[in-house]
């Protein structure tokens, strides 16, 4: 079992359309971080949320921290094509600064 | 100016071969790291180094071998490479070990393909 469940795992839709993807756990985090990777390179961090229900905004971009820290949600406005990839959640264990990664969503956003 | 890099991007080798990939950051971080991407891109931490320290080694073989030479440098060794070596590899830094808001600089991976 892992730690975070990402879900969906897959995603494909059209231009203009808007989406939501979830990161669950069981666990409780101090914070959490959402990555995005696309083909060919590494993740690229995009938004570290720390206080239970934060809510960040980056462009069309909005990231959300549940109230108790055990889950996170992303929701993408009208998407472009451009958001194509991978998008990975990501927790801190208790150790220390060591991040552990969720499964993923594959995003494809079609012409 | 590129912040890790890693080399080669792409490695193709025989079984029982021996290989190293390396990663350099010019981030000025203290910690380095090294993860292991399947091909279901689940990414899994293999090392950690802070100030040319290990701190982490999860579950890996030994033939699997960090060296980090200084803070700017973490390289990856593998003996006798096996089928099951095939992945990405990618390398990463943070500014600091610990620190909820710290984010991780990944590399842009190198592919590993066992023959």
């Known amino acids: 079992t892992q730690l975070l469940e990402q879900s969906p795992q897959f995603l494909s839709i059209q231009e203009g359309e808007n989406l939501t993807v979830y990161c669950n756990s069981s666990?409780?985090?101090?914070?959490l971080q959402w990555y995005r990777q696309e083909p060919g390179e590494g993740p690229v961090l995009l938004v570290t949320?720390?206080?239970?229900?934060e809510v960040k905004k980056l462009k069309r971009l909005t990231f959300q921290f549940g109230d108790a820290r055990k889950d996170s949600s992303l929701h993408i406005t009208a998407a472009q094509p451009g958001d194509t990839g991978l998008y990975l959640c990501?927790?801190?264990?208790?150790?220390?600064?060591?991040?552990?990664f969720g499964g993923g969503t594959r995003l494809m956003v079609k012409p | 100016d590129t912040a890790v890099s890693q080399t080669p991007k792409y490695l193709v080798t025989q079984m029982g071969n021996d290989k190293s990939i390396k990663c350099e950051q010019n981030l000025g971080h203290d910690t380095m790291y090294w993860y292991k991407q399947d091909s279901k891109k689940f990414l899994k931490i293999m090392f950690s180094y802070n100030n040319k320290e290990l701190i982490i080694n999860e579950t890996v073989p030994n033939r699997f071998s960090p060296k980090s030479p200084d803070k700017a440098h973490l390289n990856l060794h593998i003996n006798s490479l096996e089928l099951g070596d095939s992945a990405v590899y990618f390398c990463?830094?943070?500014?600091?070990?610990?620190?909820?808001?710290?984010?991780?600089?990944f590399g842009s991976g190198t592919r590993l393909t066992v023959v």
């Open positions: 666990s409780v985090f101090s914070s």
């Open positions: 990501a927790v801190r264990g208790d150790a220390g600064n060591m991040l552990t």
């Open positions: 949320v720390v206080t239970g229900g």
């Open positions: 990463a830094s943070s500014q600091a070990w610990t620190g909820a808001k710290v984010g991780y600089t």
